[in-house]
């Protein structure tokens, strides 16, 4: 099983991350790892195992999504995850949902690309697979739509 946290928090970085989807509720993400941390990138220390309780007090809204996976799948994902960790934060993928950036840079991460990156690696491939190719950015709005099932792709 495959454990996905969306959350939006009372800063600056979440607001803005909200009015670029146009006022859409979540404005992070990060994956539930199996010690319990939560595996992401945030704009503050970029791509970091964080402990659960690292953003209490400034939660407004959390909800975790859970996607059927093979225990190979799930380790595939968390070791894409791990290996993934101390890179940068993507400041420009902010900009890029706008200026429609190509969201697989693998040098730096916003938080909800490196959880599509994730789920779109071959050893996982939880996720459609034209995804990589028919998408030039992955908001938090968009992941939590598409791994909820409350939103399909199209077909390629």
Known sequence: MITIRFVTCRDIVSAGIRGFEYGFWASHTEALMPDGTLLGAHWQGGVLARPHDYDKGTV???????????????????????????????????????????????????CSELQAAALCCPDVNVFPPHLATEVNHVTPRDLLLIVSGRMELPSP
């Open 60 to 110: 407004e809204r959390e909800e975790y999504v859970q996607l059927d996976a093979t225990q190979a799948q799930t380790d595939a994902f968390h070791a894409f995850l791990r290996s993934q960790l101390g890179k940068p934060y993507d400041t420009l993928a902010i900009a890029g949902i706008v200026a429609q950036r190509d969201w697989q840079s693998p040098d730096s991460w916003f």
